[in-house]
């Protein structure tokens, strides 16, 4: 089992960065994939970016290719969601989720845990 954390949302400027993490407890977080969601006030939660468990695969919803990155530090038990340019509409509560299937998924229902979220605000 994994408890997951998220950490380092805030309110940030339209074209600005944020650099959301999230600490994983347990000993076996190198056996799961990792994932971002993000959920909009009355919207659906929506994939982010995914990286396989040992960071060498990675995938992104169309809508973070080239301003967010995804990573990940297996000895510190963390990943890292590096978003930059972001714009009004990147505006939702993050979540950090953990996946022991196989293959690599953009499918929330994949994931078997998730963190508590943490908010991100973009302002125009």
């Known amino acids: 089992q994994v408890q997951l954390v998220e950490f380092g949302g805030g309110l940030v400027q339209a074209g600005g960065s944020l650099r959301l993490s999230c600490a994983a407890s347990?000993?076996?977080?190198?056996?799961?994939?990792m994932a971002w969601f993000r959920q909009a006030p009355v919207k659906e939660r929506e994939f982010v970016a995914a990286?396989?468990?040992?960071?060498?695969?990675?995938y992104y919803a169309e809508s973070a290719k080239g301003r967010f990155t995804i990573s990940r530090d297996n000895a510190k038990k963390t990943v890292i969601l590096q978003m930059n340019s972001l714009k009004p509409e990147d505006t939702a509560v993050y979540y950090c989720?953990?996946?022991?299937?196989?293959?690599?998924?953009?499918?929330?229902?994949?994931?078997?845990?998730w963190g508590q979220g943490t908010q991100v605000t973009v302002s125009s």
């Open positions: 990286i396989s468990r040992s960071g060498g695969n990675t």
């Open positions: 989720a953990a996946d022991r299937g196989l293959r690599l998924s953009g499918r929330g229902d994949s994931y078997d845990y």
């Open positions: 347990g000993r076996t977080f190198s056996n799961y994939h």
